[in-house]
């Protein structure tokens, strides 16, 4: 096994990038064809749910995203754990486009420019002895894009910012959901895809402690007028997010111009790059003032030996205010030795993986076949599939996971219940004991269980441990 230095360092070195644009210039009008009716199928309920009205009214009236294709650059491969090939690049999209929206009580809406940036990771597997030799491809940010849009006419639209920052928001909300790590976007190139195969799974626990700041003095660009006036000592907290896992907090130290937090807290980390996102905050009952922002990447914070000083940058000036991060890193792996040991933090993993369901009777016109995965008052859902030209309803795939990190005082657990439903009926269900997990190949559990009624879910029930990595 190797250690966790020459994981980190390896590379498969920079490879040249120049065909992949060859070949999606070349694409570029049928890849404008299927994004823009991905764009309006996803985009379009989520505005209703996410938008206040009445920009919950906005629908999409043309979408022509343009002639300029997105660019890569900053190519990097590598092999994965599961035999496959992970290839991690920089995305690049400075496009013009013609993008029309309208609703009710609103002027229409037009977008003329979109700026998108961030760095991609896409994942080939499982690798296979036929044509087209890889089973499918997930497509991920490994941390949250950029996204700028540009309106027409936007000097005529009242209130354009709270447009521009709504919109941006549902937009990055949708892909953060679907594509950035640990989410990754499923495209099946054989049919007949093992989702087993294809899952890679987290590589373990980075254990973040937020240690102290220093010099958070009198911030000379503060908004608060009265703080600037009286000299006012910051109460500060600071916000953490590690990509799109959620986001976590420490407390607050009140009248600290050199607080001390040392709080810690466990995040799932899937790869190397992801960023560690810190943002300063002065406790303020009006509103927060920023003090600054500052990253590094969970890479960066291991190869320097588990401990970084950030300089705090605030509104893209740099600061002399630092702050100070610790964290060791803890891998999975498949003994259960740490998840019966004391600890305050995460000990270990569940994971439930939702393959597919065999065998549901019913009028295929009506079916709403989904699968529900409920474990220690926690409860999951997949997707709710219909019936559409080219699918099997009675056989749906769902190749959708469920992640559960595990804490001391979760260990033993009842047994994992995974439900079929049909809309919001049950259609049958299944438990899975953590004993038989525990005692399976791996501590991993995959099979086709029978649900009843002649139907059986096709699941697959994962334990891990963790160990200090070396």
């Not at 810690?264 to 810190?278: C, M």
Request: hydrophobic share 40%.
């Amino acid at each position: 096994m190797s250690s966790l230095i020459e994981t980190l360092t390896a590379s498969g070195g920079p490879e040249s990038v120049g065909f992949i644009n060859d070949i999606v210039a070349q694409l570029w009008p049928n890849i404008c064809v299927a994004g823009s009716r991905l764009i309006k199928d996803i985009a379009e309920p989520m505005f209703g749910t996410m938008l206040p009205a009445p920009l919950n009214t906005l629908h999409f009236t043309k979408i022509d995203l343009g002639q300029i294709p997105m660019i890569f650059a900053n190519v990097d491969v590598h092999k994965t754990d599961n035999s496959g090939i992970k290839v991690d690049l920089d995305l690049n999209w400075d496009g013009t486009c013609d993008i029309e929206l309208d609703g009710s009580m609103i002027p229409k809406i037009g977008v003329e420019h979109v700026k998108l940036k961030g760095r991609l990771s896409l994942l080939l597997c499982p690798l296979t002895n036929i044509i087209p030799l890889i089973g499918a491809v997930q497509v991920a940010f490994i941390d949250p894009p950029s996204l700028e849009l540009v309106f027409t006419d936007g000097a005529h639209i009242a209130n354009l910012g709270a447009i521009d920052r709504a919109i941006r928001k549902v937009i990055l909300s949708i892909i953060a959901s679907m594509a950035v790590l640990p989410n990754r976007f499923l495209v099946k190139l054989d049919p007949n895809n093992d989702f087993f195969k294809t899952y890679q799974h987290p590589l373990g626990v980075l254990r973040l402690t937020v240690e102290s700041g220093t010099n958070f003095g009198e911030e000379s660009k503060s908004k608060n007028f009265l703080k600037k006036l009286v000299h006012d000592v910051p109460d500060c907290f600071v916000k953490v997010n590690v990509s799109a896992e959620g986001e976590w907090k420490t407390n607050t130290v009140k009248n600290n111009r050199h607080p001390e937090w040392n709080e810690t807290n466990d995040f799932l980390v899937t790869d190397y790059h992801q960023h560690i996102e810190v943002d300063v905050k002065d406790d303020d009952t009006a509103s927060d003032d920023d003090m600054g922002v500052a990253s590094t990447s969970v890479k960066q914070l291991l190869l320097n030996g588990g401990r970084q000083q950030l300089s705090l940058i605030h509104h893209g000036e740099p600061t002399d205010k630092t702050l100070s991060l610790s964290g060791v890193f803890f891998q999975f792996i498949p003994d259960a030795t740490s998840l019966f040991e004391e600890s305050s933090g995460t000990v270990g993993l569940l994971t439930v993986l939702v393959a597919s369901a065999l065998g549901i009777q019913g009028n295929r016109l009506q079916l709403k076949p989904s699968v529900k995965v409920s474990w220690g008052g926690q409860a999951f859902r997949t997707a709710i599939k219909t019936d559409a030209p080219g699918s099997d309803i009675e056989n749906p795939s769902f190749d959708q996971t469920f992640k559960i990190p595990l804490t001391s005082s979760m260990i033993p657990g009842p047994p994992v219940t995974i439900t079929l439903m049909d809309n919001e009926e049950e259609r049958g269900s299944v438990e899975v004991s953590l004993e038989d997990v525990l005692s399976a190949p791996n501590m991993a559990l995959e099979a086709e269980f029978d649900v009843g009624n002649g139907a059986r879910v096709r699941a697959g029930v994962w334990l891990r441990g963790t160990t200090l990595a070396q």
